[in-house]
């Protein structure tokens, strides 16, 4: 299920194929990842698994040594750690993710309207994101407010570039924000998600209730997070399309 909110409350409830019928929703013109990573972060090593009450082996491509013999204590601690293991029964199946929640950013940042521009661009960058949600003081989100709109690529160095630049800094974030704004219920099905993303060019959509109270954030991002990592992402599984989900 998509909304679309704005200033003055829910302007649309349905599917994803009269977006653009009912709201005046621009293509953005530079889309962001939400959360981003430093150049010097890595993903942690992989750790190397062994079977229970015996030793580790060698990482592939490490030099081989003898390996130290096993006490008996831990002999016997493995066993019966493996043997409380099969009683526990396999671990249940990871499924296949196919639902926005399964995928979106939970709370995550949002801005209120009535911040600077100058304020707001500190906490994005503070948080390291391109965009937050825009919401009023019950928490209802009324836009979206991008970092490519508050540094324009038309404010580029030329005559008067600062004097506007300026001034754009010193504007409230209702100003320049998305509004209105699309927003996505957290059980719709992801490949509905990524036909908005496509066809709005926007870097992701705000998580709301009916209300349009703030519940996450999807990204471009999260959802290809999900196509790299296992359970598999599946975006054909899901309600048949009259549902409009």
């Known amino acids: 299920m998509f909304f679309v909110f704005g200033p003055s409350g829910q302007m649309y409830r349905g599917g994803p194929e009269n977006l653009d019928k009912i709201a005046p929703v621009r293509r953005a013109g530079r889309p962001q990842a939400l959360r981003t990573r430093s150049a010097t972060e890595e993903d942690p090593p992989v750790p190397y698994h062994h079977a229970p009450g015996l030793p580790p082996r060698s990482a592939p491509g ?3 040594e003898p390996a130290a013999p096993v006490p008996v204590s831990r ?3 493995g066993a019966v ?3 409380a293991q099969t009683l526990a029964g396999p671990a249940p199946r990871r499924e296949p993710l196919s639902r926005v929640q399964d995928v979106m950013t939970p709370g995550g940042l949002s801005v209120p309207p009535d911040i600077r521009v100058n304020d707001a661009w500190q906490t994005l960058a503070e948080h390291g994101v391109a965009q937050a949600p825009v919401v009023d003081t019950l928490g209802r989100v009324v836009g979206l407010l991008l970092r490519a709109d508050m540094a324009p690529l038309d404010l580029l160095p030329e005559p008067g570039a600062i004097k506007d630049a300026i001034a754009l800094a010193r504007r409230p974030v209702s100003e320049v924000m998305v509004s209105p704004v699309p927003t ?3 059980d719709t099905a992801l490949r509905r998600v990524a036909g908005v993303l496509l066809s709005t060019g926007l870097p992701g959509l705000p998580v709301t209730d009916e209300a ?3 519940a996450g954030f999807i990204s471009r991002t999260d959802i290809l997070r999900a196509v790299a990592a296992d359970p598999p992402l599946d975006l054909w599984s899901g309600p048949p399309e009259g549902m409009g989900l």
Do not use: F
């Open 62 to 64: 490490a030099s081989a």
């Open 212 to 214: 349009g109270v703030l």
């Open 184 to 186: 996505v219920a957290a």
């Open 81 to 83: 750690q493996a043997y």
């Open 75 to 77: 002999r016997v601690l």
